[in-house]
C-alpha cells in the first residue's frame, strides 16, 4: 500500500490509546517514497495491513507527518488477532555508499529494528514480533543491540522485552543475534567495574562465558610469563597487589594445521596511568580499558558458536596499572621477550608494553596473520574521532577484508600510517633500543603503532586502535549508551571472511 500525506496535521507519536492487548506488539517498516511525502510499507507492512483492511495505511496517512528513518510511531490495534502495531521508519532506500563505505540500507535496518525494541520498551510491552525489513540478520543485530543495559548493580533492572521474528527464525535471523549478543557481551566486560573485574576476574568470567564450546582456555600466571621473559607486559603490573594473568584460548575447527589466525586484546581492566598518574575526571571510564580483550573475547564466543571453519587463537594479556610502591618509574628500563630494551618514558603509555611481548608471543603459532585491538591512544579519539577504528596494517590485502567486513557491518575502520618516520621518533631513547613514548609531539596514535611494529615478525599485521571508539554517546543511534562493545562485529566477519 502507498500513500501520501494529506494535510500537515498534528504530529503525535502516541495516535491510540494503549489497550491491554494479549497479542505480542508487532513492529513493520515504512520507508519514503519517492515523491515528497509519499511513503511505502514494507512487504511484511502490507501483508499486516491487508489483513487490516488497510487500517495501517489509513492511520499512518492520517498522522500527519513522514516517519523519518530510525524513528517510531503506534499505528495501536487494527485486527482481533494482532497486537499492537509499531511503525517505524526506513528512511528511502539508499544502497552501498562508496564514499562513505557503508551500506546504508543494512544501517537503516539495524535502525529501524531498534527503534522498535524502544518503542515497545517505551510503551511498557513485554513482547514483541519484529519484521525482517528485507535483511534477517541486519534485524536481529539491530534489536538486539538496542534490548541492552547494564544494570547487574543495580536493584531496578530495565525491562528488556522478548524479541522474535515476525515471519520465522532464519540461520540470518539468528546470525544477527549472536553477532549483537557477542558485541553486548563485549559491552558488559567493558562496563564491569574494575573492582569486579580483575584479571583473576576477567579469567573467571571468560571459563564460564565459553562453557560448553569447543574453545581451549590456558590461563597463565606471572611465573609462566616470568619464564616467558615477558619483562615489558610484568614492568606494568608491579605497581598493583592484583596478579597479572595472560589468557590463551584456541578455536580449531579449521583444516588441520593450517595456519592460524591470531587476535590479540589489551587486557587493563584498570588504568590509572600508574606513577604518570593521569587526571582525576573521568577516570572510572579507565575500567574500559580492557575493551580490546573484551572484544576478541566476544568475537572468539561468536565464531565457536557459529563454528566457522577456521583456526582462531585469542591471546590476552591481563593486568592493571597502579602507582604501588613497586610500580615502574619513569625512565625505568624493562627488557622485552624479544629481547629489545625499552625505555619506559611514560608509565601511562603501558598498553603498548603489554601488547608487545603478546605479538612476540603470537609468533610461535607461526600466523596465517596477527590482529591486536587496543584502547591505545588519546591521540586516535583525536584523529578520528567515534566514526572508524583506526588501523595500522603491514598487509594491503588483508585490510581491504578488515574494510569490507566494517562496510557490511556499518562498524568501520580508516587506514592509518606505519612508517619508518614514526618508527625513528620511537628511537630515540638515551638509555635503551625504543622509548615507550615519542619524544617529539604530534601522531600519538601513529607512534605508538610504530612502537608496536618492533614486536612481530607476522608478515600480516594489523593493530586496530579503538580509544575514539570505546564509548557510546549517540554516536550509533542504534545501541544507546555506554561503553561500545566495537568492532566485535566487524572482527567476526573479517574471521569469517579471510581466505
Ligand atoms: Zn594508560
Not at 8 to 25: C, D, F, I, K, M
Not at 363 to 374: I, Q
Not at 406 to 423: N, S
Request: hydrophobic residues 40%; charged residues 20%; glycine residues 10%.
Amino acid at each position: 500500500m502507498r500513500g501520501c500525506l494529506r494535510g500537515v496535521g498534528e504530529s503525535s507519536r502516541l495516535l491510540y490509546t494503549l489497550a491491554a492487548g494479549e497479542q505480542p506488539a508487532v513492529v513493520v517498516g515504512v520507508h519514503h517514497g519517492e515523491a515528497d511525502n509519499t511513503f511505502t510499507l514494507t512487504p511484511a507492512g502490507e501483508k499486516l495491513d491487508a489483513l487490516a483492511s488497510g487500517e495501517i495505511s489509513s492511520r499512518l496517512l492520517n498522522s500527519g507527518s513522514l516517519l523519518k528513518g530510525g524513528s517510531w510511531r503506534l499505528v495501536g490495534k487494527v485486527h482481533p488477532d494482532l497486537g499492537q502495531v509499531v511503525a517505524v521508519g526506513l528512511g528511502k532506500p539508499s544502497g552501498v555508499q562508496d564514499e562513505e563505505n557503508i551500506d546504508m540500507d543494512r544501517e537503516s535496518v539495524r535502525k529501524a529494528a531498534a527503534a522498535g525494541v524502544r518503542a515497545v520498551t517505551d510503551l511498557g510491552l513485554k513482547e514483541v514480533q519484529i519484521e525482517n525489513f528485507g535483511d534477517c540478520e541486519a534485524a536481529g543485530e539491530g534489536a538486539t543491540l538496542a534490548n541492552w543495559a547494564f544494570d547487574r548493580f543495580k536493584a531496578e533492572k530495565k525491562p528488556r522485552p522478548a524479541v522474535t521474528p515476525l515471519d520465522s527464525f532464519t540461520e540470518e535471523w539468528l546470525n544477527g543475534v549472536r553477532l549483537g549478543s557477542a558485541q553486548n557481551f563485549a559491552r558488559d566486560l567493558m562496563e564491569c567495574p574494575a573492582n569486579h573485574l580483575t584479571p583473576t576476574l576477567f579469567v573467571a568470567e571468560v571459563i564460564q562465558q565459553m562453557k560448553g564450546l569447543p574453545v581451549n582456555i590456558e590461563a597463565r600466571d606471572q611465573s609462566w610469563a616470568e619464564k616467558m621473559g615477558m619483562g615489558s607486559f610484568l614492568s606494568v603490573s608491579r605497581g598493583s597487589s592484583e596478579p597479572p594473568m595472560f589468557l590463551e584460548m584456541s578455536f580449531l575447527n579449521g583444516v588441520k594445521d593450517a595456519d592460524p589466525i591470531v587476535l590479540v586484546g589489551k587486557g587493563v581492566t584498570f588504568d590509572t596511568g600508574g606513577i604518570s598518574i593521569k587526571p582525576s575526571a573521568k577516570m572510572d571510564k579507565m575500567r574500559a580499558d580492557m575493551g580490546g580483550a573484551a572484544t576478541v573475547t566476544a568475537t572468539l564466543k561468536a565464531v565457536a558458536e557459529a563454528a566457522l571453519p577456521v583456526n582462531l587463537i585469542v591471546l590476552v594479556p591481563l593486568t592493571e596499572n597502579m602507582p604501588g610502591g613497586r610500580a615502574t618509574k619513569p625512565g625505568d628500563v624493562v627488557t622485552a621477550m624479544n629481547g629489545k630494551t625499552i625505555q619506559v618514558d611514560n608509565t601511562d603509555a603501558e598498553g603498548r608494553l603489554i601488547l608487545a611481548d603478546a605479538l612476540t608471543y603470537a609468533d610461535k603459532f607461526n600466523p596465517r596473520c596477527v590482529l591486536d585491538v587496543a584502547t591505545l591512544t588519546g591521540a586516535m579519539m583525536v584523529a578520528l574521532g567515534t566514526g572508524a577504528t583506526g588501523v595500522f596494517s603491514t598487509s594491503s590485502k588483508d585490510f581491504d577484508v578488515l574494510s569490507a567486513a566494517g562496510r557490511k557491518t556499518g562498524d568501520r575502520v580508516w587506514r592509518m600510517p606505519l612508517w619508518q618516520h614514526y618508527t625513528q621518533q620511537m628511537k630515540k631513547s638515551p638509555l635503551a633500543d625504543l622509548n615507550n613514548i615519542s619524544l617529539t609531539p604530534g601522531g600519538g596514535a601513529c607512534t605508538a603503532a610504530a612502537f608496536l611494529k618492533e614486536f612481530t615478525s607476522c608478515k600480516n599485521w594489523m593493530h586496530l586502535d579503538i580509544a575514539g571508539v570505546m564509548e557510546n554517546e549517540g554516536a550509533v543511534s542504534y545501541m544507546g549508551s555506554g561503553m561500545s562493545g566495537r568492532p566485535t562485529r566487524t572482527l567476526f566477519q573479517f574471521v569469517k571472511d579471510l581466505q
